[in-house]
C-alpha cells in the first residue's frame, strides 16, 4: 500500500517556475516507478512524465520535453516534478501516481496508486 500526497501547486504567471512533491508513505515507494499527470476541466488526464523506481531512467510527454523535469529521492520517499517555462495552457490539476509493476508509463489505468492532486494555475 503506498499513500501519496501532492503539494507545490499554486498561481503562477506565464514564464514562471514550479517544482511540485509527491511525498510517499510506505515501505514499498523504492520499488515503484512513479509518473506525473494532470487534468484540466473538461479534458482526459494527460500522461506527462514517468522515473523508473532507481530514478536511472525518466520519459516525457512531448507537450513537456524540455521544459518539465522529473526526478525522485528514494530517501525521502519523495518524487518531484520540475515545470519551467509555464503557459496558461499548463493549467489542471496535478496528480502523483505509483506505476503497477507490469504497467505502461503513459496509460493512467495501469497505474495503482494516486494522490490527490495539486492545482497549478498559470496566468496569462
Known amino acids: 500500500q503506498v499513500q501519496l500526497v501532492e503539494s507545490g501547486g499554486g498561481l503562477v504567471q506565464a514564464g514562471g517556475s514550479l517544482r511540485l512533491s509527491c511525498a510517499a508513505s510506505?515501505?514499498?515507494?523504492?520499488?515503484?516507478?512513479m509518473g506525473w499527470f494532470r487534468q484540466a476541466p473538461g479534458k482526459e488526464r494527460e500522461f506527462l512524465a514517468a522515473i523508473t523506481w532507481s530514478g536511472g531512467g525518466t520519459y516525457s510527454a512531448d507537450s513537456v520535453k524540455g521544459r518539465f523535469t522529473i526526478s525522485r529521492d528514494n530517501a525521502k520517499n519523495t518524487v518531484y516534478l520540475q515545470m519551467n517555462s509555464l503557459k496558461p495552457d499548463d493549467t489542471a490539476l496535478y496528480y502523483c501516481?505509483?506505476?503497477?509493476?507490469?504497467?505502461?508509463?503513459?496509460?493512467?489505468?495501469?497505474?495503482?496508486?494516486w494522490g490527490q492532486g495539486t492545482q497549478v494555475t498559470v496566468s496569462s
Open positions: 510506505g515501505r514499498t515507494f523504492s520499488t515503484y516507478a
Open positions: 501516481a505509483a506505476l503497477g509493476h507490469s504497467g505502461r508509463p503513459g496509460y493512467p489505468e495501469d497505474y495503482d496508486y
